[in-house]
């Protein structure tokens, strides 16, 4: 039987069960927001604190989540240096033109502007660090993605419920019927379920997954990754920190305000993020990763969950910043977008690294 793909993971039933533990004491109701206020036309500075982590790799302040224990090796596979990555994408369900349309703008920001930037907190220089990522030939990630065909499989051409295996005849059904060319080299499948679609142990155990196809399968061996809209059947767990577990209400906690007003589809960015970088750093599931099973490797995006700026860690999300609206995000995109990623492991500090770090 094919080992199962790596999975973006859900809270841990300890954190889970410290967390509950720490929100029904009476000093649960002291925690707030730490604000520093800026000019007045500037973002907010914020670090909520959302949860207890008893397992933070370190108390280290400068560089987040940084341990000497974290033993990321390179195994002598191929990471995705061609330039450009194709990003092909299977829209499957229905899906409103404006939530395709944050998606690709997420997507079309991790290039580099023909027009940088003012600011350097951009999901540009958030891609930075996966870029720093090399194979044995000392080519690194490329900086450059392209969507380069997308297909709507709005007739739900696999049913409502998905397998694992059934996402990759999706993937053999856009290949053989849609223009969609079999891209060894540098091609990524990208699947996004819409929020009607349930999926094998989605919610349950994952928000997110990479693999590759199986030639049983599709014909071919093709990096992919599928993301699901969580904003009906799991916001609190897969669109998390936009919207909060019931047992939490009364905490002294409120969800953040999705940058782009929609919980699921804002929540989906960061997970469709984290899948991204590592899928790029380890197509393969032989290059970059921790731990010696291939077969539930730790990857550069694992090791930075929960973590979107400066003093994150113990539980906190990090400095991230609000608007006056209150919407809540760390990194800019094109047209004026604006997104919460979370940070991504540097193999050159050895820390959890993003465009918004303060230190």
């Known amino acids: 039987m094919a080992s199962p793909p790596h999975s973006t993971h859900i809270f841990s039933l300890l954190n889970l069960f410290t967390l509950f533990t720490l929100l029904s004491s009476p000093s649960s109701a002291k925690q707030t927001l730490q604000t520093l206020n800026l000019k007045q036309q500037s973002p907010q500075l914020i670090n909520l604190k959302i949860s207890p982590s008893p397992n933070s790799l370190s108390t280290n302040k400068k560089f987040e989540g940084s341990s000497n224990l974290v033993d990321l090796k390179y195994h002598m596979g191929p990471v995705l240096s061609s330039s450009p990555i194709n990003i092909y994408i299977i829209w499957y369900g229905k899906w409103s033109p404006q939530q395709q349309s944050l998606i690709k703008d997420f997507l079309h920001s991790i290039s580099p502007s023909p027009s940088p930037s003012t600011s350097t907190q951009t999901v540009s220089d958030w891609w930075k660090t996966v870029s720093l990522y090399t194979d044995q ?59 009607d679609v349930t999926v094998q142990d989605f919610c349950r155990a994952v928000c997110g997954f990479h693999y590759f196809t199986f030639p049983s399968q599709v014909g071919y061996t093709l990096p992919y990754a599928w993301i699901g809209n969580s904003g009906q059947q ?41 899948e991204l970088a590592e899928l790029s750093s380890n197509p393969l599931i032989n290059a970059w990763y921790a731990g010696e099973d291939p077969t539930a490797p730790t990857e550069i995006g694992d090791l930075c969950e929960g973590l979107y700026g400066t003093g994150g860690g113990g539980g906190y999300t990090g400095q991230v910043m609000r608007d006056r609206s209150g919407k809540t995000f760390n990194m800019y995109g094109i047209h004026k977008r604006r997104f919460l990623v979370q940070w991504i492991w540097s193999p050159v500090l050895k820390a959890c690294a993003g465009p918004n770090a303060m230190d």
């Not at 696999?158 to 059904?173: A, E, K, Y």
């Not at 609190?236 to 999705?258: D, N, R």
């Open 137 to 195: 030939t000392g080519a690194n990630v490329s900086r450059n993605l392209l969507i380069a065909g997308e297909y709507s499989d709005h007739r739900y051409s696999h049913g409502t419920h998905l397998t694992r295996l059934s996402i990759q005849q999706v993937i053999s059904n856009a290949v053989k019927k849609a223009p969609f060319p079999v891209d060894h080299k540098n091609g990524i499948y990208l699947i996004l379920t819409s929020v």
């Open 234 to 274: 799991c916001p609190e767990v897969c669109a998390y920190p936009f919207a909060l577990p019931g047992y939490m209400s009364g905490g002294g906690l409120t969800a953040l305000k999705p940058p782009n007003n929609d919980v699921g589809v804002d929540g989906m960015i960061s997970v469709i993020g984290h």
